[in-house]
């Protein structure tokens, strides 16, 4: 890859900043962004060159972007290297980051609400108001769990249509301003 522009480095950067703040590892995000603005699939050397990271941090990194399923793997025709490339559709990337999150956060979560709740029907120590409370998050994260299954299934043009409604489908279910 070429020397990066200054836009390319702002950016590359902040992504790496704010996939700290998302729990992400700093050169995970950096390599990500670096590789959704490559225009052709780079190798590790050119990776940890460009952005004057360790080759073993690169090595480690790209396996989780690949563990995460927003990174593959390609060869290139006349080169023996391994080279990488990004999910380049942003609204499957979106999607495919929110399946990969649902499965390490959201459905451990469920599971461990249904086994408290059923626990908490058993104990005669568990106070009705936790219980209550408990059961109540489970459900909530049942609810919202189940629309994501039924919008991840949506095609993009339809969930495109759907984000850019904003306040007309608060309207339409008759729930003007408030």
């Known amino acids: 890859m070429p020397?990066?522009?200054?836009?390319?480095?702002q950016f590359i950067l902040h992504w790496g900043e704010m996939g700290t703040r998302w729990g992400i590892n700093r050169t995970v995000a950096q390599i990500h962004a670096l590789l959704y603005l490559s225009?052709?699939?780079?190798?590790?050397?050119?990776?940890?060159?460009?952005?004057?990271?360790?080759r073993s941090n690169v090595s480690n990194?790209?396996?989780?972007?690949?563990?995460?399923?927003?990174v593959r793997l390609v060869h290139v025709l006349g080169d023996k290297r391994d080279h990488f490339e990004s999910m380049k559709d942003v609204w499957e990337m979106f999607r495919v980051v929110l399946d990969e999150r649902k499965k390490r956060e959201i459905d451990p979560t469920i599971a461990m609400l249904r086994e408290c709740?059923?626990?908490?029907?058993?104990?005669?120590?568990?106070?009705e108001y936790t219980e209550?409370?408990?059961?109540?998050?489970?459900?909530?994260f049942a609810m919202t769990s189940a629309w994501y299954a039924q919008i991840r299934q949506w095609?993009?043009?339809?969930?495109t249509k759907f984000v850019k409604a904003g306040d007309k489908v608060r309207k339409?279910?008759?729930m003007g301003e408030e």
Request: net charge negative; glycine share 4%; aromatic share 4%.
């Open 3 to 9: 020397k990066l522009s200054p836009v390319q480095q």
């Open 39 to 54: 225009p052709k699939p780079l190798n590790a050397e050119d990776i940890a060159d460009t952005l004057d990271v360790a």
């Open 61 to 70: 990194s790209l396996k989780e972007l690949q563990a995460w399923g927003i």
């Open 117 to 127: 709740v059923a626990q908490a029907e058993k104990d005669k120590e568990t106070d």
């Open 132 to 140: 209550q409370k408990l059961r109540e998050l489970a459900d909530f």
């Open 155 to 159: 095609p993009t043009s339809a969930l």
């Open 172 to 174: 339409l279910l008759g």
